[in-house]
């Protein structure tokens, strides 16, 4: 077998952990629970009414904008019971209740999507309902910006990043073949000068199946496996060595291995995407594995899926334990495809209680894009626009390590984001560039 590259550079950032409590263990799939909720955009739009019997795959939002939004496909057969609408800072989200018979049945045929050109993959894209899982909102807008210009670089992540998280590695093992045809097809109408996969060197049953569905044509190079490694401004450096503003970024097309697999089994079966895979793991958990759910089942049937909880947690995270959010009402609270994993821990690595800084130096060590944050703390309190601006918070991608790794307990994050807002957010606020 032709030797793997392993790229040599490196960023700052934290070892992980975690991940042995999932990582070995082929996927389940999760029991269909009683009911799913679907949550929708203001804009989208419901076709669907109460009392309607839908089928698995069947379209139950449109968009009301197609520019804006993707169409929402039911991820169960049953009985829609309720259509509610909740508003927030965020605008107002739909909900979309529905009954489960438990049956499964598909809608009518998928017919598989026909490709001829750049255009109609997006298209497709569209079509299919992909959120993209690191970029988080629909697919075919990130490829869409490399329609009228070929990428440099078509860089795929099949690692790992996040404490506890380990939903790419299965992805790898047990769909390499859709895996493959993804990459084919982006390879063939986005036609990047290069294509590589990212991925660490202990996943070795990982990249056995990769080089054996995929072969050689496309590069696979083993990086370190620090978070926040799987951010696209990092993963980009670690590939091209170029450092880049990702809000610009025309260059580099940076996908999560599941999300390409998620091409690949769309474009070739025609079915919406209408589960997702995620870690439920922590200590707390029972069984803790990766688990195929029907997209909209509430944190508490995923867990239930698992055993339960070894005993009362001390928190409940959706998604990284690092910048995730602690959530309290497991039974309504939903699966989407932009999540990774429910996080079940023992004791919480954040503390309410702050500290002053002592001047360790850990936060700026840590740092992977090699900010200052106490001096950035420092700044921003005594309101130094000047300063603030000369220390680049805007850089900053909002990882955590340096509030994580603060023995003070400083809330270092949330003093990055505002510090950020205050260089970047006014500036586009007034239309200028300094």
Known sequence: MKKLAVFKKNVNGIKLWGAELSENKHSEIAPIPDTVTLLMSEDVSPVVKIGEKVSVGQKIGEPIDPKKEIPVYSSVSGEISEISEKSDDNGKTLYIKILCDKRQTLCEKFEEPKITSKESLVSALKTSGIISKDYGKPLYLKIKRFTEKKPEYLIINAADFEPYITVNDRECIENAENIA??????????????????????????????????????????????????????????????????????????????????????????????????????????????????????????????????????????????????????????????????????????????????????????????????????????????????????????????????????????????????????????????
């Open 181 to 434: 045809f993804g990459i084919r097809i982006l390879k063939k109408w986005l036609k990047p000068q290069r294509t590589c996969i990212s991925i660490t060197k202990k996943q070795k049953e990982a990249i056995n199946s990769l080089v054996e569905n995929i072969g050689m044509s496309t590069q696979i190079r083993m990086v370190s496996d620090n978070y926040p490694n799987g951010n696209e401004k990092i993963i980009i450096y670690l590939i091209t060595g170029e450092t880049i503003e990702i809000k610009h970024n025309n260059r580099f097309l940076v996908l999560d291995i599941f999300t390409v697999s998620a091409i690949g089994k769309y474009l070739r079966t025609g079915r919406p995407i209408t589960d997702t895979m995620i870690t439920v793991s922590g200590p707390a958990i029972k069984n803790p594995c990766n688990l195929v759910v029907p997209l909209g089942i509430s944190f508490a049937d995923a867990i239930n899926s698992c055993g339960g909880f070894r005993f009362s947690p001390c928190a409940v995270v959706s998604g990284s334990i690092m910048t995730g959010k602690n959530e309290d009402n497991l039974e309504f609270t939903y699966v989407d495809q932009a999540l990774k994993g429910i996080i079940a821990i023992d004791k919480l690595e954040k503390n309410d209680v702050e500290y002053d800084c002592i001047r360790c130096g850990r936060c700026v060590s840590t740092c992977p894009m090699k900010l200052i944050p106490p001096e950035i703390e420092k700044a921003l309190a005594k309101e130094n626009t000047i300063k603030l601006k000369s220390l680049h918070p805007e850089m900053c991608i909002e990882c955590g390590c340096c509030e994580y790794i603060c023995p003070a307990k400083r809330k270092l994050l949330s003093v990055c984001q505002n510090a950020k807002f205050e260089v970047v957010g006014k500036r586009f606020k007034s239309g200028g560039k300094n």
